[in-house]
């Protein structure tokens, strides 16, 4: 296998990023393909923390190329911040091993402006966005207004495309009483970065293409959770993009027929920030509890996850919708103390049983899980590096879970540092 996708498989926060970091050892080539500044990634390698938001997480290994695919918005003044950040830890970022689609739409600071006027206007019915112009940035895209990359090359163009979508939106800014934006002040403050941004901007889908008959191992990076799509997730508690599978080929130019596996990063429990139905949620004491051993806060904005027991309904359609052929299981560390465990195994929805997370907003909310029960190990499995020494109740509860997810888990995490994971099967085979 050449071309390998990862993407979560709830409701993101799954650890993508280390699993990403792990598997890029073998890789030549990393492409994140959809998302914003909006979902972070934390790597944690020899003891060092490392909070990436932007940057695909192989840009940590060195003789690597990360891409930024045409999928993702990118907020260009975050990613300098992040490429500085990243510089002054060590990690070499340059035009060499870093490369961003000239067709990526960019996020202005209108967008994190609308975004945050919005939430307020919901009042008690806020979204749960991260305020960061995520959405509104995909708005105009397809709207066919946005400033993408390649318009920095052009500063007439660049100019006339900025009033345009100020215009826009200060109709709507103007009306609700919130203040009007300047275009001249955004004018100004991309012509200052401009230099920065395309001295690492490319026709990407090319680079990709000459990699792919070079026979180029790459691997495509997800951003959010399989149950945040826009499409397939819990609407309107969703993402502003499209988090499964195929996605990997429209966010970066690459054929699908040319990926070769999927691998979906799945908790060894469930957690969700913001808003939205969470059918298996625990908020009581062991709900904190998973939360606490877990470290269950945002990489991006340190809000604090909902939390609560795996939920095998859930992870089994995200696994159908996106054709998933292998599992990456994370965080089972932080089940070691529990004395007992519950896997939600099918749904109850007045008086029918339904083995499908309900597409309606009414019916999500409705959803009473039912559980089955299973011992807990209490015993440490952290930096377990073989299989075969995981304690026989754990390795109970991953067999479990492959049964009812009717999917093959080929990579267990034990900790969040990179040399904890027990690899089952080499994936770039």
């Known amino acids: 296998m050449k071309s390998i996708v990862v993407l979560g498989t709830q409701w993101g926060d799954e650890g993508k990023g280390k699993i990403v970091d792990f598997l890029s050892e073998e890789a030549d080539i990393i492409v994140r393909f959809q998302g914003g500044h909006n979902a972070g990634h ?41 490429i500085k950040k990243i510089k002054d830890c060590g990690i070499d970022v340059t ?67 900025i009033h345009k979508i100020v215009d826009h939106h200060n109709i709507w800014l103007k009306a609700l009483n919130f203040e009007i934006v300047e275009p001249e002040k955004i004018y100004n403050q991309l012509l200052k970065i401009s230099h920065s941004i395309l001295e690492y901007s490319e026709d990407t889908w090319l680079l990709l293409e000459d990699f792919k008959q070079k026979n180029k191992k790459i691997l495509f990076e997800g951003a959010q959770g399989t149950m ?13 993009s499209s988090t499964v599978a195929g996605q990997a080929a429209n966010g970066s130019g690459f054929g699908f ?17 913001g808003s939205g139905p969470f059918p298996t949620e625990q908020a009581n004491l062991i709900g904190t509890k998973l939360g606490k051993l877990g470290a269950e806060f945002g990489t991006v904005t340190g809000r604090k996850r909902r939390c609560g027991w795996f939920d095998a309904v859930m992870v089994k359609q995200a696994l159908k919708i996106s054709g998933v052929t292998s599992i990456a299981l994370t965080k089972l560390d932080v089940l070691d103390t529990f004395e007992s465990l519950s896997i939600c195994t099918s749904y109850k929805v007045g008086d029918k049983i339904i083995k499908y997370f309900p597409s309606d907003e009414k019916t999500q909310n409705m959803i009473l899980p039912l559980y089955e029960k299973m011992e807990g190990w209490e015993k440490t499995t952290v930096g377990t590096s073989n299989f ?22 080929d990579i267990v995490s034990t900790s969040p540092e990179r040399k904890d994971t027990i690899l089952l099967k080499y994936l770039f085979s």
């Open 95 to 161: 035009n060499e091993n870093l490369k961003i689609s000239n067709s990526a739409p960019l996020i202005l600071p209108i967008h994190s402006l609308i975004d945050n006027a919005r939430e307020t206007q919901r009042g008690n019915k806020k979204i749960g966005t991260t305020g960061r112009g995520i959405g509104p940035a995909y708005e105009d895209k397809v709207a066919r207004r946005a400033i993408r990359v390649a318009d920095l090359n052009d500063k007439v163009l660049l100019k006339e495309k």
């Open 42 to 82: 934390t790597l944690v390698i020899d003891g060092k923390t490392y909070k990436l938001s932007i940057l695909p997480s192989g840009i940590i290994r060195k003789n690597k190329i990360s891409i930024i695919g045409n999928g993702v918005v990118l907020d260009p003044w975050t990613l300098l911040d992040e």
């Open 388 to 409: 075969q020494n995981l304690p026989n109740k754990a390795i109970s509860y991953i067999r479990r879970l492959e049964e009812l997810i009717e999917c093959p888990i």
């Open 228 to 240: 945040l799509d826009i499409d397939h997730g819990t609407y309107p508690y969703v993402t502003s």
């Open 257 to 273: 027929k040319s990926i070769d596996s999927i691998i979906g990063i799945t908790k060894a429990y469930t957690t969700r920030v």
